[in-house]
Each structure stands twice: as C-alpha cells, then as structure tokens.
C-alpha cells in the first residue's frame, strides 16, 4: 500500500521486517488474544498481528487507509477514530483483557499513556514504540534525571519493561531522533492507593518545579493550604528522590485529610 505519510498525523511508517519481526516476538500474540493496534497506517504490524491472531482490532484516525486495510485483512475490526477519546469498553463486551499495540505518534505519547491508564481494569498489557528519550524516562528510577511524572504513576501500576532502542534507519520518512520499544505489563495491585486521580495530581505538583524542593513545588500547586509541614516526607528534597510508594503515602494522607482527586 502506497500511501503518503503526514506530518499531521505524526506519521513514521515502519519499513524494517526485521524490527516488525522482533516486535511481534515481543507482543508474543495467542490465538485468543483480543489485541487492539493504535494506528496501523500501511499495515506494517497489523498484516503479521493478523496472522496470529483469530481476530484483530485497531483503531486508526487517516481515512486514507480504512478501504484498503478492511478488505485486505478479513479478520481485522478498524475504527475510524482517535484512539485518546475511543470507547475501549465496546471491544470487551465479555469483560476480556484487552492487550494495546502500536508504532504511536511521538507528539500523542503522553496522552495515550494517560488514556491507558485510565482504562487499566480492562488493559492487561501494553507495547508501544516512543521516541527514545521518553523510554528511557517511563523505566527511569529514582534520584536520576530521567525521573518523572509517568515513571512514578506507571511504576504504581505496571511493570515497565525497555525491550530495545531502534535506529530512525527503519523508517520512512526517517525521524530526527532515535526511538525504543516499551513494554507495560499491568499487573500491579494499586488497591493501596485511595484516590488514584488525587495520586496523580500530588505526583505532577511534586514535579510541577523538579529544581525546587518539594516545599516550593507544593507550596505554589493547588495543595499550597495543605498544611505541608505535616507532609510524611522530607520537603528539603527534591521530587526526584521519592520513590513511587513516598508519592503514595503522601496521596494517602492527604485523602485522609479530607482532599479527593476529582474536586
């Protein structure tokens, strides 16, 4: 298929059969798998995937590719839609795990992570391809620079596995800049933490200044009447240097406290 990539839709398509072949090795599909692809463009995954599997789902925003796509590969279900606001809920109606794939716009990273946190109960595991600076910071540990926001909110949740960096080389066209292969496993039990939504909220705060202490930051976020010298962590530190379960601690006590994540 022959189909001109768009810089509106982030469009890299990937060329290389050798990357295709180690990425389904990775994904390792069963029969029974009930894998949905994000943006399939030309099919590079999505024909492979196909084989492997007794029924395929993707989800693709270009047009451009749907006719081609649906009648060449009989058992593929393709939704003309963004996957961000896509109903994942009408691809379990038995209440199956569903296990999301893709080759992902760099610019949409964070987005879509957000969007496969927020449906975690019915995702059992996830293998995206990012931009190689953002793999490195979703399986950063503590005390690094590449610690952030999602390394802490998807360690709470999942195990996060760096399968392997990839040259832009094996692109077309070819990306300024290096990317990797992540594997999210969800397979962590998060019941510890009370309020996930207000988790996420006390994580971004932390890092809304990473330069700063976490008495700055959180004196100039939304918790700032917290009562923040009560907090259940050293505020001379820096939100780098707390761990995943300091921020679930801290989530917990202001729940305690009376605050909630949606308010």
């Given at each position: 298929m022959k189909v001109i990539p768009l810089k509106k839709f982030g469009q890299n398509y990937l060329i290389d059969k050798n990357i295709i072949n180690k990425i389904i090795e990775e994904i390792a599909p069963a029969r029974t798998d009930r894998i949905?692809?994000?943006g399939p463009g030309t099919g590079a995954l999505t024909f492979p995937?196909?084989?492997?599997?007794?029924h395929l789902y993707a989800v693709e925003l270009d047009r451009?590719?749907?006719e081609t796509l649906s009648s060449e590969?009989?058992?593929?279900?393709?939704?003309n839609e963004d996957f961000i606001t896509a109903d994942l809920r009408k691809l379990n109606p038995s209440g199956e795990k569903l296990r999301i794939v893709g080759n992902i716009p760099y610019n949409i990273t964070s987005p879509i992570l957000f969007k496969v946190l927020e449906e975690r109960d019915i995702i059992s595991d996830t293998v995206l391809m990012t931009q190689y600076e953002v793999a490195k910071r979703l399986s950063a540990k503590k005390d690094t620079k590449d610690y952030g926001i999602l390394s802490v909110i998807l360690n709470a949740i999942a195990e996060i596995k760096f399968c392997f960096k990839i040259s832009p080389n094996v692109f077309h066209p070819r990306p300024n800049v290096d990317s990797a292969l992540i594997?999210?496993?969800?397979?962590k039990d998060a019941s510890h933490i009370r309020d996930f939504a207000l988790f996420i909220k006390i994580v971004k705060a932390a890092f809304g200044n990473r330069r700063k202490t976490l008495k700055n930051s959180f004196s100039h976020s939304i918790?700032?009447?917290?009562?923040?010298?009560?907090?259940?962590?050293?505020?001379?530190?820096?939100?780098e240097n707390l761990s995943t379960e300091d921020?679930?601690?801290?989530?917990n006590y202001l729940y305690d406290k009376g605050y909630r994540g949606l308010q």
């Open positions: 949905v692809e994000i995937l196909s084989r492997e599997v007794d451009r590719v749907i590969i009989p058992n593929l279900t393709l939704f594997h999210l496993f969800l397979n918790f700032a009447d917290a009562q923040i010298q009560q907090f259940p962590v050293d505020l001379t530190l820096r939100a921020f679930v601690g801290l989530s």
